[in-house]
């Protein structure tokens, strides 16, 4: 795989192959004491990666989207039924409340 190469950067051979990067800067690291097999350079990447709200987000769209999708836009929704829903949906009600985005109304 790496024949025939004169340069490789760890980070895209690892994903190439499955593996955890921090194994493959391992196995590189092994290899440096031998002279000749093998010469290195450090090269610093900053990576953004999303956090586990983040994918839940990408996934399943911003809170505020579940809040719009759960109110009916005609008959709107029971607040009770918004308060008990474990999406967030309960938080980002009371903002949007007090921004007065959304108006209860009596029946």
């Not at 092994?30 to 990408?58: M, N, R, Y």
């Not at 505020?64 to 474990?86: C, D, I, W, Y």
């Amino acid at each position: 795989m790496l024949s025939g190469k004169s340069r490789v950067d760890s980070y895209e051979y690892a994903t190439s192959v499955g593996r955890n990067h921090q194994d493959v800067v391992g196995a590189i690291k092994s290899l440096e004491p031998f002279g000749d097999v093998i010469k290195t350079e450090q090269k610093q990447t900053e990576l953004w990666e999303l956090a586990e709200e983040g994918k839940e987000i990408a996934e399943n769209g911003s809170h505020e989207v579940r809040l719009f999708e759960a109110v009916h836009q005609s008959t709107g929704a029971p607040q009770n039924e918004l308060m008990v829903r474990k999406d967030h949906v309960q938080i980002i009600f009371n903002y949007e409340i007090a921004c007065l985005k959304y108006k209860p109304s009596k029946c």
